[in-house]
């Protein structure tokens, strides 16, 4: 198996075995898409633009706010939750939840799968 066929599977198992996450992706910090389990509907190319955006706005904030650095970035909307984490190597995940979802279960999930993402970057 390719590289990216692994995070292909880490991003679908986590899809698969988190109640309520709908999506994810792994984007560059200069918003490349790495790899994805995004749906059909939504454009990988602009979802990864917006994420790197975002991280790079945190990021901004945190400092200025002297808060230290970004541990992790939550959108919440009416329809549910977009929960960005660094995942090492210049990398961020991105999950996309719906609105009844546990976050505590889902940045246990994230952090799990970020460290088999770490053994593959």
Same mark, same amino acid.
């Given at each position: 198996?390719? =590289? ?10 986590? !899809?698969?075995? &988190?109640?309520?996450?709908?999506? &994810? +992706? ?9 790899? &994805?389990?995004?749906? !059909? ?10 994420? +790197? ?6 990021? =901004? +904030? ?8 970004? !541990? ?13 984490? &660094? ?35």
């Amino acid at each position: 198996m390719s =590289r990216l066929d692994n995070l292909n599977k880490i991003l679908k198992n986590l !899809q698969n075995e &988190s109640p309520g996450v709908e999506a &994810s +992706a792994l984007i560059s910090e200069d918003g490349l898409m790495l790899a &994805s389990a995004l749906s !059909q509907d939504l454009d990988e190319t602009r979802v990864a633009g917006m994420t +790197a955006t975002l991280l790079n706005l945190g990021t =901004r +904030a945190a400092t200025e706010l002297r808060r230290g650095d970004v !541990q992790e970035i939550i959108v919440r909307g009416e329809h549910g939750y977009a929960v960005m984490i &660094s995942a090492g190597r210049g990398a961020l995940l991105l999950v996309l939840t719906n609105e009844n979802t546990k976050l505590g279960l889902i940045f246990f999930d994230m952090r799990e799968a970020i460290k088999a993402i770490k053994n593959i970057l």
